[in-house]
C-alpha cells in the first residue's frame, strides 16, 4: 500500500493560515489524495479529496504539486473547531491506509 | 443531514463474551467498512463489504467476524472477547464518487468497547 508522511504535530494562532504538509513519494497514477480530519471524541470527518488538480471547497483548499509526489492541506483562517487530527490519505477504490495523521493546535 | 449511526457509544464487556456493535446508514451506500483506533497505531482495518452478504478481510480480522444481511446495516461480532480488543471500533460506509471516482467515507461517531 502506498503510504503517506505527515508532521507528528503542527500549532497555528487563531485566525492565521495553515499550511498541512503530507508527502506521498510512492503514490500511483490512480491513487486519489484523500484528507480526513478528527475532532475529540468523534469519528474522522471528509475534508477534500483530489487527484491531480488543486481544489477548493468550503473548509479548505488542496494544493497537489505537479509530480504527485506531495500535497497540503490550507485553512484559510483557522479556528478554535479546527483543533484536531488530520490525517491525509491515498485512495485507490476501497482501499483507504491512515497513518497516525498530524495534530493540529490552535491557539487563541 | 446524511448519517452513520453506530447503536453504542460505550460498552463494557466482559473477557469471553459475545460482543455485536451494530452500524446502520442511510446513504444507500455500497460501501461498510469496520475500523479500531488504537493510540499510536491511527486506524486499522478490520473488515469491509461491498454489497450485501459479501465481505473482504482488512488487515487485522482475526477474533472477529462481520454480518451484511441488509443494505444499510453492518455488524461486527466478537465471538469471545479478549481483553486485547478493547479499543474504538468505527464504522464507515461510502459510494463512488463520480464515473470514475474515490470513494469518501462517511464515519460514525464510535464504539469504545472495554474488555475486562
Known amino acids: 500500500d502506498a503510504k503517506t508522511t505527515q508532521p507528528n504535530s503542527m500549532e497555528s494562532n487563531e485566525e492565521e493560515p495553515v499550511h498541512l504538509p503530507c508527502n506521498h513519494s510512492t503514490i500511483s497514477g490512480t491513487d486519489y489524495i484523500h484528507w480526513y480530519r478528527q475532532l475529540p471524541s468523534q469519528g474522522p470527518e471528509y475534508v477534500i479529496h483530489g487527484l491531480t488538480s488543486n481544489v477548493n471547497n468550503r473548509m479548505a483548499s488542496l494544493a497537489i504539486a505537479e509530480d504527485r509526489k506531495s500535497s497540503t492541506l490550507i485553512l484559510h483562517r483557522a479556528t478554535l473547531r479546527d483543533a484536531a487530527v488530520y490525517y491525509c490519505i491515498l485512495n485507490y477504490g476501497q482501499n483507504f491506509v491512515f497513518g497516525p495523521g498530524t495534530r493540529l493546535s490552535v491557539l487563541p | 443531514d446524511v448519517k452513520v449511526t453506530q447503536s453504542s457509544r460505550y460498552l463494557v464487556k466482559r473477557t469471553g463474551e459475545k460482543v455485536f456493535l451494530e452500524c446502520v446508514q442511510d446513504m444507500d451506500h455500497e460501501n461498510m467498512f469496520w475500523y479500531r483506533q488504537d493510540p499510536g497505531l491511527g486506524l486499522r482495518l478490520i473488515y469491509f463489504s461491498y454489497d450485501v452478504k459479501m465481505k473482504e478481510k482488512g488487515d487485522i480480522p482475526e477474533g472477529y467476524s462481520v454480518s451484511r444481511e441488509k443494505k444499510e446495516r453492518f455488524s461486527l461480532i466478537l465471538e469471545s472477547a479478549s481483553t486485547n480488543q478493547t479499543s474504538m471500533y468505527l464504522c464507515?460506509?461510502?459510494?463512488?464518487?463520480?464515473?470514475?471516482?474515490?470513494?469518501?467515507?462517511?464515519f460514525g461517531a464510535g464504539s469504545r468497547l472495554t474488555v475486562l
Open positions: 464507515a460506509s461510502s459510494t463512488l464518487q463520480g464515473a470514475v471516482g474515490a470513494n469518501v467515507l462517511t
